[in-house]
C-alpha cells in the first residue's frame, strides 16, 4: 500500500504544533493506523491530521468530503487509505460522527419437525 505521506499540508491547515507527547487515545489510533497496513513518518503529525478529521466533522463536514481533503491533501495516498485514515480517526477521536453500524440480518427461522 502506499504510505500515508507526512501530512504535511494538513498540519499547516490544522495550524496547530504536534503534541509533545502521546496519550492512550493517541497510542490507539496509531496502533489501529499501523495495523490496517497505513504508514506514515511522523505520528505528531498523524494524530494533528486525525483531529483535524475529526474538528472538520464536527463541523458539519460530510465524511466523503473529508475522505477527499485527506485524499488531495496527500499525493499518492489511495482512496481506500484515505478512507481507512478518516474513519480510524473518526473512531479514535469523535466515535459519534460514525454512522451507526448496520443491523444484523435476523437468522432465518426453520420449520418445525412434528413428525
Not at 492512550?24 to 489510533?29: G, K, T
Not at 475522505?67 to 489511495?78: I, S
Not at 460522527?97 to 413428525?115: I, M, S, V, Y
Request: glycine letters at 6%; aromatic letters at 6%.
Amino acid at each position: 500500500m502506499k504510505p500515508l505521506l507526512a501530512l504535511l499540508s494538513l498540519a499547516a491547515i490544522i495550524g496547530t504544533a504536534a503534541p509533545a507527547y502521546a496519550d492512550a487515545s493517541d497510542d490507539q489510533f496509531l496502533a489501529a493506523l499501523t495495523a490496517s497496513g497505513v504508514t506514515y513518518q511522523d505520528p505528531g503529525k498523524v494524530i494533528a491530521a486525525a483531529k483535524w478529521v475529526c474538528q472538520s466533522l464536527n463541523q458539519g463536514t460530510q465524511m466523503a468530503d473529508v475522505v477527499r481533503t485527506v485524499q488531495a491533501e496527500n499525493a499518492g495516498l489511495h482512496q481506500e487509505n484515505a478512507a481507512k485514515f478518516t474513519a480510524l480517526a473518526a473512531s479514535a477521536y469523535c466515535p459519534n460522527k460514525l454512522p451507526p453500524p448496520a443491523a444484523a440480518p435476523a437468522p432465518a427461522a426453520t420449520p418445525a419437525n412434528n413428525g
